[in-house]
């Protein structure tokens, strides 16, 4: 009887209990850790047959793992960098809708020597900021070369729309200066860097620096540029020239597979070569994304040719043309200048 029973359960007999009956298996305890496994198959007989085993990987093919990467770290000097990429995006997509037809209008409508009497206006306005960092930097011969190209633009060349001061005799050329490259002179770092709306690429530093920079000029000679009435054109007049300066560089940074790291790279190094110049360290093929003069496409010419502004980055040698073809609508092209350092001698 016992065996029959076993038979039909599919499971060993045991010991008979007490009373004939046959003592069954006692069941697992809940508590107990069971392993996760699939049940066996049993056949007719009681014959337990186990669940198939996963099948191997073929020769010579990997076995499947699943891969968990950290995310990359910033790089060095850019902590900020997905907020940047993100700001970076938005303001370039609005630039291409809005901004980027007003530039191409501005280098179409106005002849270029407008848009560089417009240029060399705001320049000049930028001269007094320029006295001042080269007075705080103990380079009184700058300050005082600063000086007499200001009073010479500001008489001779008409509020400072013509450039006079660096065609002979006088040979006084534009030199960018100003409080941040005075902090980067005394060894004070970039910190980090930034794309903001509306200011664009810069640092810790600069952004410091540049504002009180803009607060020099009302500061010291009051109105009008104190009104908002007159500020505020003029600065929309000066941010369209500079952007319109560089239409064609923006467009080549845009090509780029990335262009935000580009785009700072080049702002990063243009800025530390003009605070080399400062030491006399020359730092060459500098490809300037931003400054006061630009090159552009005359329509008239077949060659591309500097303007009547110095070069964007404080070189006091001439910057040498390049040809370029005939294009419809002609936009002004920065191109790789080479930065000369400042002579060393005491002042």
Do not use: C, W
């Amino acid at each position: 009887m016992a065996a029959q029973v076993s038979a039909q359960s599919g499971l060993p007999a045991g010991p008979e209990a007490p009373g004939g009956g046959v003592e069954l298996p006692q069941a697992a305890n809940p508590a107990d850790p069971v392993p996760a496994q699939p049940p066996a198959t049993q056949l007719p007989d009681g014959t337990a047959v186990a669940p198939p085993s996963a099948p191997a990987p073929a020769p010579g093919q990997p076995e499947s793992e699943i891969v968990v990467t950290a995310p990359q770290p910033p790089p060095p000097g850019d902590p900020l960098e997905r907020i940047n990429v993100e700001s970076f995006k938005a303001v370039q997509a609005v630039d291409k809708a809005v901004l980027e037809p007003v530039a191409k209008a501005y280098n179409k409508g106005l002849p270029r020597p407008v848009r560089q009497g417009l240029r060399n206006f705001f320049t000049n306005l930028s001269e007094p900021v320029v006295f001042v960092a080269y007075l705080l930097q103990l380079k009184p011969g700058k300050a005082a070369e600063t000086a007499g190209r200001f009073a010479i633009n500001t008489t001779l060349g008409v509020a400072g729309l013509v450039d006079v001061a660096k065609k002979k005799p006088f040979n006084l050329p534009y030199r960018p200066n100003g409080l941040a490259n005075t902090l980067g002179y005394y060894g004070v770092g970039p910190g980090p860097f930034m794309y903001l709306p509306i200011v664009g690429p810069t640092t810790l530093r600069d952004i410091i620096g540049d504002s009180i920079d803009r607060l020099l000029l009302p500061a010291a000679v009051g109105k009008p540029f104190t009104n908002p009435e007159v500020v505020l054109p003029m600065t929309i007049v000066d941010q369209l020239g500079e952007r319109a300066a560089f239409d064609e560089r923006i467009n080549k940074i845009r090509e780029e597979d990335r262009p935000y790291a580009a785009y700072r790279e080049l702002y990063l190094k243009q800025r530390q070569a003009e605070i080399d110049a400062l030491h006399g360290r020359i730092t060459p093929d500098v490809v300037p994304v931003y400054g006061p003069s630009m090159k552009t496409f005359d329509k008239n010419d077949q060659t591309k040719s500097p303007e009547d502004g110095a070069a964007p980055t404080g070189s006091d040698a001439p910057v040498e043309s390049q040809p370029a073809p005939v294009q419809p609508e002609p936009a002004p092209t920065p191109e790789p200048v080479q930065i000369q350092p400042e002579p060393v001698p005491a002042n």
